[in-house]
C-alpha cells in the first residue's frame, strides 16, 4: 500500500481536505491521525477485519485493548450500556478532551477492539482534525497510540513516518501535539473514581468534580506476577530505549545534580536529560533539554525518549519531577522507560 500524506495544519476546510481520508477509514483502512495528546493509528472500531489490521501494523499484544474515539454525544447510545451519574458526571466536566472512560460495551463493538473484555474505554477528543475525520467517517474510531508496540508514543508525524510506511493509506499532518502524553484513563468502580492511566487531566481535577480517586497502584508500582490487572498496557514494556537509562530525582536540586554528576564521574559515556536550568551544572557535553514547565516537559519526553539511542552512550541519566499533578503522568511514563531503575534523593 502507498501511503499518502495530508496536510492539515493551517486547513481552514477540514471536511473537505480529510475527506479522503475519511473514505479509507470507512474502507477499513488504517490512517494516522493527530490529536491533542498524541497521533493515534486510526481505524473503523467496528470493523473487526481493520481493527486486526492495527494490532499487526503495530504488533501489539492481543490481550490489550484499544481506545474508542468519538466526535459527539450522539455516537454513544450505540456503543455502551446505561452510563452512571460519575461517568456522566466525568463526561460533562472533561469531555471533548484527554480523558478516556471505561465503560461496559455493547456487542456492536467486536471482541477484537476490546479485546475480548465487556468493556470498552471511549474518548471524545478536542483536536479538530481527529473530531471532523470522525464526522466524516460515520464510525467511531479505534486508535491506540501510532508507535509499534514497546517504542515511545508519537507526537508528531516525522517520528513515526517510517515506522508505518506503506502500512496506512494516510498519513495526516497535524503538527505538534499539544499534550504529548496520552489521555488519562479512569474507571468507576464501587462509585469510586480509579485511574489507570495518569495524563493531562490530572487526580487533582478529577477529585474536584467527583470527590475521592484512586491512583491503581500499578500507576508507580511494577507488576509482580499473578497480579490482577485493570489496564493490560500496564503490563507491557513501553517507551523503553535500548540504551540502559536511570531516573533520578530528589526536591532537594543541588542534591540532585551532585548525584548525577557523581555518575557521569563514575561513567564519562553517558546522557543527562535534564531540566534547561540545570543542564549548565552537568559535567558532560552530552545533554538534552526536558523543559522547564511540566507543560513543556510532557510535550517533549516521548521525541527525546526516541532520541537517546541515537547517542550511543552506556547510560542516560533522566531527571525526573515531582508526582503529582501532571507529575505523575510524566513520572509513569518514564518509569517504564527506565524499566524502574530509580534513585530517589532523600
Ligand atoms: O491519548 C490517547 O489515549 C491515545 C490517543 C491516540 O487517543 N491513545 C492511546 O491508546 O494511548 P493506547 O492503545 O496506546 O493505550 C490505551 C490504554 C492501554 O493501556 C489499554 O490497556 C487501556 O488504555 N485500555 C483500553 N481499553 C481498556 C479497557 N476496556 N479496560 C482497561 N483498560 C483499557
Ligand atoms: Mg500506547
Known sequence: MKTKQIDAREEKDLAKILKPAAKAITEGKLVLMPTETVYGLAANALDSQAVKSIFIAKG?????????????????????????EIEQKLMNVFWPGPLTIILKKKDIIPSVTSAGLDTVGIRMPSNQIARVLIQQAKVPIAAPSANISGRPSGTNLADIRQE???????????????????????????????????????????AKVTGDVVIDKHVLGKIEKDEIIRSPG??????????????????????MIKYINQQIQANPNSLVIGRKENLPYYQTDKKLELGTTLEEISKN??????????????????????????????????????????????
Open 60 to 84: 501489539r499484544a492481543q490481550d490489550n485493548p484499544l481506545i474508542v474515539h468519538i466526535a459527539d454525544f450522539s455516537m454513544l447510545d450505540n456503543l455502551v450500556e446505561e452510563i452512571g
Open 164 to 206: 508505518f510506511e506503506g502500512k496506512v493509506a494516510y498519513r495526516i499532518d497535524g503538527g505538534e501535539c499539544d499534550i504529548g502524553l496520552e489521555s488519562t484513563v479512569v474507571r468507576v468502580i464501587d462509585k469510586k473514581v480509579h485511574i489507570l492511566r495518569p495524563g493531562k487531566i490530572t487526580a487533582e481535577q478529577i
Open 234 to 255: 500496564m503490563k507491557y514494556r513501553h517507551y523503553a530505549p535500548k540504551t540502559k537509562c536511570m531516573l533520578i530525582y530528589g526536591t532537594d536540586k543541588e542534591k
Open 301 to 346: 519526553i516521548f521525541t527525546l525518549l526516541r532520541k537517546v539511542d541515537t547517542y550511543q552512550v552506556d547510560i542516560a541519566l533522566i531527571e525526573g519531577v515531582e508526582k503529582q499533578g501532571l507529575g505523575l503522568a510524566i513520572m509513569n511514563r518514564l518509569l517504564r522507560a527506565c524499566e524502574y531503575n530509580y534513585i530517589e534523593i532523600l
